[in-house]
């Protein structure tokens, strides 16, 4: 078991990454969760206070398994685990640190991701990848002018059960897709629209509660 110290001071950068939009929060029902960072100096600064990067890794593991037992309302039954795997693992230690990661990392609407993905009826975000390629060549076209795109590769789940295959195939499947430049911009700028508009519908709903 990580060093209580520790494991707070790797607890309290990964909160200050989510408070900074840094860090974000990928859900996988019934898989688990992952921890998406985008800057890493604050995780990595941590070597200052004596934390390797095996220390790191496993606060940042243990961080993310215990968001995912909070999450399925079974912290006790993922408790009681860890404590039969380490010898010295200690049942009210591991409650308290479930306590702090709950109180910091799962609020409510992290709770209604949840929901919305293990009860959703389509498929649903599960993450992004994308590479910037130049076209110089094509077996159709003698005279290709080299230009730029980007391939993205965009991650989705089709089912939520507690079984990780079913009939049609494996749940999380993916699409990818070339833009250019000027296309890319159309969808960041629809995307953009979208978010806006998600925004006002959740400060509406925020007065009905």
Same mark, same amino acid.
């Given at each position: 078991m990580l060093d209580r110290e520790k494991f707070d001071r790797v607890l309290a950068a990964v909160e200050g990454l989510v408070v900074a939009n840094e860090c974000f929060v990928l859900l996988r029902p019934p898989f688990g969760a992952a921890l998406e960072v985008r800057n890493r100096a604050p995780i990595e600064a941590l070597t200052e206070h004596g934390i390797t990067l095996a220390e790191r890794e496993e606060g940042v593991d243990d961080i993310t398994m215990l968001m995912w037992a909070a999450l399925l309302d079974r912290v006790d039954e993922f408790i009681g685990h860890r404590v039969?795997?380490?010898?010295?693992?200690? *049942?009210?230690?591991? $409650?308290?640190?479930?306590?702090?990661?709950? $109180?910091?990392?799962?609020? %409510?609407?992290?709770?209604?991701?949840?929901?919305?993905?293990?009860? *959703?009826?389509?498929?649903?975000?599960?993450?992004? %990848?994308?590479?910037?390629?130049?076209?110089? %060549? %094509?077996?159709?076209? *003698?005279?290709? $002018?080299?230009?730029?795109y980007v391939t993205v590769k965009l991650k989705f789940q089709r089912d939520f059960g507690d079984e990780p295959f079913w009939l049609g195939g494996t749940t999380v499947d993916s699409v990818q897709v070339n833009f250019s430049t000027e296309e890319l911009e159309y969808v960041i700028h629809s995307l953009q629209r979208s978010r806006e508009a998600i925004v006002r519908v959740g400060e509406k709903l925020s007065t009905w509660r």
């Open positions: 039969s795997e380490d010898e010295a693992g200690d *049942s009210e230690e591991w $409650q308290s640190r479930a306590e702090a990661v709950t $109180q910091g990392l799962v609020d %409510d609407g992290l709770r209604s991701r949840y929901r919305l993905k293990r009860l *959703s009826k389509a498929p649903a975000f599960t993450d992004i %990848d994308w590479d910037v390629k130049v076209k110089v %060549d %094509d077996a159709g076209e *003698s005279d290709l $002018q080299p230009f730029p």
